[in-house]
């Protein structure tokens, strides 16, 4: 599977953003979905994940309560609404995706096999 990122920009602190992440060469319903960031000079982190027939989402502390993740099958896509953007929130966000991931194991990077090539979010204070 291909992953392309898209959506990124430059938004005041309280803002909003959409992310999305268009897959092509399988369906992403195989797959578990997830999005991670990376700021300069920090490791890279875990933000949203998603799978079919999971039943839930799960999400890093450090954005629940602010942002969503979703998927559109119709679309192979899958979305990544931010709201209540902070400038702590500036950072490269890529997609990755995993077919066999293990719930266990989901906010682990080096656990997914395929990655898009990253949209920049930069929030300004």
């Known amino acids: 599977v291909q992953l392309q990122a898209s959506g990124g920009g430059l938004v005041q602190a309280g803002g909003s953003l959409r992310l999305s992440c268009a897959a092509s060469?399988?369906?992403?319903?195989?797959?578990?979905m997830a999005w991670f960031r990376q700021a300069p000079g920090k490791e890279r982190e875990f933000v949203s994940f998603?799978?079919?027939?999971?039943?839930?989402?799960y999400h890093g502390d450090s954005v629940k309560g602010r942002f969503t993740i979703s998927m559109d099958n119709a679309k192979n896509t899958v979305y990544l609404q931010m709201n209540s953007l902070k400038p702590d929130d500036t950072a490269v966000y890529l997609c990755?995706?995993?077919?066999?991931?293990?719930?266990?194991?989901?906010?682990?990077?080096?656990?997914?096999?395929?990655w898009g090539q990253g949209t920049q979010v930069t929030v300004s204070s």
């Open positions: 998603i799978r079919l027939g999971e039943g839930r989402t």
């Open positions: 060469g399988d369906t992403i319903s195989r797959y578990g």
């Open positions: 990755a995706a995993d077919r066999g991931i293990i719930t266990s194991t989901i906010r682990l990077s080096q656990q997914y096999d395929y």
